[in-house]
């Protein structure tokens, strides 16, 4: 069965820091990996995905991710943190497969990032 | 291009009744997804519909159903409401997977969700 675990409910970081939020995930075959961020009351915003290819992956609001496939990680990381980049952060997996799994994703419970100024 | 529209934004109902959620896809995206997010269970899968067609299904009750239009909106009923039904849900479009011809790469875009409270 597929999973995805976020073992910090909260990540607290002074502005300019880095910031690492983390994510390990357990699934049958290659995965696509996801992160996604919610600000409250709203939806989930996409920030990048691991599909192939190079393990350093580029998303939205200079947000990357490591994909590791020994350690099965995907880290979301960003280099210098912002206020507003405060928000809950969800880790997703999908199988990959033959057959459409695309629309049904296993998400990890959120991290709560919290930048202070 | 226009994202994806939940209506309504916010409901309230009372233990027994039903309701009904809508929600738009983008243009172009034939997979609709329905996600049900409370702080205790997180976000969880509800079922997903491609072509009118309901091709993942999650572990909620029968008095959860979904259906899909041919111009892909889809909506999503919950019957016999109860307390514990209180949630956001959130509706997901994205593109079909399949062949290479028509391949996405998988990412769901999300509407802002329809907070329901049952009293």
């Known amino acids: 069965a597929q999973s995805v675990a976020q073992p910090e409910d909260q990540v607290n970081v002074a502005e300019g820091n880095p910031l690492t939020v983390k994510c390990t995930y357990s699934v049958s075959g290659n995965p696509y990996l996801f992160w996604y961020v919610q600000y409250p009351n709203r939806g989930l915003q996409f920030l990048l995905k691991?599909?192939?290819?190079?393990?350093l992956v580029k998303g939205s609001y200079g947000f990357e991710a490591e994909f590791n496939k020994s350690q099965t990680s995907f880290h979301l990381k960003k280099p210098s943190a912002l206020v507003s980049d405060s928000a809950l952060y969800f880790c997703?997996?999908?199988?990959?497969?033959?057959?459409?799994?695309?629309?049904?994703?296993?998400f990890g419970q959120g991290t709560e990032l919290s930048v202070k100024p | 291009k226009a994202g994806v529209t939940q209506t309504p934004r916010y409901l309230i109902k009372t233990r027994g009744q039903q309701v009904t959620l809508s929600c738009s896809p983008i243009s172009g995206h034939r997979s609709v997804s329905w996600y049900q997010q409370t702080p205790g269970q997180g976000l969880q899968f509800l079922f997903e519909?491609?072509?009118?067609?309901?091709?993942n299904k999650g572990n909620f009750p029968g008095r959860f159903s979904g259906r899909q239009f041919s111009n892909s909106r889809s909506e999503m009923n919950v019957s016999t409401l109860e307390l514990g039904d209180s949630a956001l849900y959130l509706c997901?479009?994205?593109?079909?997977?399949?062949?290479?011809?028509?391949?996405?790469?998988?990412?769901?875009?999300f509407g802002e969700g329809s907070r329901l409270t049952v009293l």
């Open positions: 997901a479009s994205s593109l079909e997977l399949g062949t290479s011809s028509t391949r996405g790469t998988g990412e769901l875009f």
């Open positions: 519909y491609f072509s009118e067609t309901q091709r």
């Open positions: 997703a997996v999908s199988a990959r497969g033959l057959y459409n799994q695309g629309g049904k994703l296993i």
């Open positions: 691991y599909i192939t290819g190079d393990n």
